[in-house]
């Protein structure tokens, strides 16, 4: 069996960190599958998901290192072509990677005790999202 959902949210931009955990969790208790696993994607290339300790030290660090790594104070060519100055954006995006699978055991996503959702707005505004959840099993 498949089910498809799609959850829609409100971001601020410059590496907001949402955690989408509990809609997660709320698509998954409110279907009929029990085993098999959640494929979350993000549509967009200037976002990604991932897994983290979603506490407020933790989510300073992510957002310094993306400082550090990929800086919004260099030049980028998409920037010269399209004028957005979001360039930065869709390099952090293509690293950090547009999709997640869970497995589902029991109708419950295997997540450790400190492991969260989380969806990470790279643009230089902020916008609505959708997240495309994606369950199958039986």
């Known amino acids: 069996m498949i089910l498809q959902k799609t959850l829609t949210i409100q971001t601020k931009g410059n590496c907001d960190m949402v ?5 997660i969790a709320d698509v998954i208790s409110n279907s009929s599958i029990n085993n098999g696993t959640a494929t979350i994607f993000v549509s967009g290339s200037t976002a990604g998901v991932t897994t983290i300790e979603y ?7 992510f957002k310094a290192m993306w400082d550090r790594t990929v800086p919004r104070t260099i030049a980028y060519q998409h920037d ?59």
Do not use: C, Y
Request: proline share 4%.
């Open 55 to 61: 506490e407020g030290g933790l989510v300073s660090d």
């Open 80 to 138: 010269s072509r399209w004028g957005d100055g979001n360039g930065f954006s869709h390099v952090r995006a293509a690293l950090m990677k547009p999709s997640l699978t869970i497995p589902l055991v029991q109708g419950r996503l295997t997540l450790g005790t400190w492991q969260q959702i989380v969806f990470i707005d790279f643009d230089n505004r902020g916008r609505q999202r959708e997240i495309i959840v994606q369950i199958m099993g039986g």
């Open 19 to 23: 955690d989408i955990t509990p809609g």
